[in-house]
């Protein structure tokens, strides 16, 4: 297959990347590096000629909810309308469980994804999947001037190369709408996955614990954004994430 990978140069999409060309996929990797702007839509049409699907994997990092909107809305009517124009056959979104729990934020963007995939011209596929092991160094890397708090949250995170592979695999498969839910093998405490992060880099420095004020935090701490019963569980642990990190 002749797969584009929007944001192929991201957390996520290095490693769909790295997987499909290991299974002799061919790939079109769709970032700023190689020219393809989303937003405006410039460059898109030339990564697109002959493509079976694109998988989205595109991202922002933002708490504002109209930096998120702006971003997702922009870059999925721009993806889809270069996809009807090519002729693609299939477009696959990455996207995050519980989003619907605490639409506010980053999710706000998140869910106005959903909305325009699923209600576009193009055969879907949506998946949801809990954050990634690298949220907790995301979250601690936030921290300025040497400040670094760690928000208390109930999360079941997953690796991001098991993300990847499911990804590639939905795509072999075709269209299926909203495909089942992914998470990781366990729940974690993300307070503590950010300090367990800053012991592993070496940081000497306190990291409080926080409760964050606001409809994601409230939905973060009570367990909304768990995955349910029935999602798909990955292998790989926190823990045995960190354990594997260069600087740990």
Same mark, same amino acid.
Do not use: C
């Given at each position: 297959? !002749?797969?584009?990978?929007?944001?192929?140069?991201?957390?996520?999409?290095?490693?769909?990347?790295?997987?499909?060309?290991?299974?002799?996929?061919?790939?079109?990797?769709?970032?700023?590096?190689?020219?393809?702007? +989303?937003?405006?839509?410039?460059?898109?049409?030339?990564?697109?000629?002959?493509?079976?699907?694109?998988?989205?994997?595109?991202?922002?990092?933002?708490?504002?909810? %109209?930096?998120?909107?702006?971003?997702?809305?922009?870059?999925?009517?721009?993806?889809?309308? *270069? /996809?009807?124009?090519?002729?693609?056959?299939?477009?696959?979104?990455?996207?995050?469980?519980?989003?619907? *729990?605490? &639409?506010?934020?980053?999710?706000?963007?998140?869910? #106005?994804? /959903?909305?325009?995939?699923? *209600?576009?011209?193009?055969?879907?596929?949506?998946?949801?999947?809990?954050?990634?092991?690298?949220?907790?160094?995301?979250?601690?890397?936030?921290?300025?001037?040497?400040?670094?708090?760690?928000?208390?949250?109930?999360?079941? &995170? #997953?690796?991001?190369?098991?993300?990847? /592979?499911? +990804?590639?695999?939905?795509?072999?498969?075709?269209?299926?709408?909203?495909?089942? %839910?992914?998470?990781? &093998?366990?729940? /974690?405490?993300?307070? %503590?996955?950010? !300090?367990?992060?800053? !012991?592993?880099?070496?940081?000497?420095?306190?990291?409080?614990?926080?409760?964050?004020?606001?409809?994601?935090?409230?939905? +973060?701490?009570?367990?909304?954004? +768990?995955?349910?019963?029935?999602?798909?569980?990955?292998?790989?642990?926190?823990?045995?994430?960190?354990?594997?990190?260069?600087?740990?």
């Amino acid at each position: 297959m !002749r797969l584009a990978i929007a944001g192929g140069t991201g957390v996520a999409g290095r490693h769909v990347v790295d997987v499909a060309r290991a299974r002799s996929h061919e790939v079109v990797v769709m970032s700023r590096d190689t020219g393809v702007e +989303l937003l405006s839509g410039a460059g898109l049409a030339r990564h697109l000629v002959g493509v079976d699907a694109v998988i989205d994997v595109s991202n922002v990092v933002t708490t504002k909810p %109209d930096v998120s909107v702006l971003f997702f809305a922009g870059g999925t009517k721009s993806l889809l309308a *270069a /996809e009807r124009a090519a002729g693609v056959g299939h477009h696959l979104a990455l996207t995050i469980v519980g989003a619907d *729990a605490a &639409p506010d934020g980053y999710y706000a963007g998140k869910l #106005v994804q /959903e909305r325009l995939v699923s *209600a576009g011209p193009i055969p879907w596929t949506i998946l949801r999947t809990t954050q990634f092991h690298e949220y907790a160094a995301m979250v601690f890397h936030r921290g300025r001037a040497g400040a670094h708090a760690a928000p208390r949250g109930r999360v079941q &995170p #997953v690796a991001a190369r098991e993300v990847a /592979e499911h +990804l590639v695999d939905l795509a072999e498969k075709g269209p299926v709408g909203r495909a089942r %839910d992914l998470a990781g &093998p366990r729940e /974690e405490e993300l307070a %503590d996955m950010v !300090r367990a992060y800053a !012991r592993a880099i070496g940081y000497p420095g306190p990291v409080p614990a926080v409760s964050v004020p606001s409809a994601w935090g409230r939905a +973060l701490r009570s367990g909304a954004l +768990l995955p349910g019963p029935d999602a798909l569980r990955g292998r790989q642990t926190f823990a045995e994430w960190l354990h594997a990190l260069p600087d740990a």
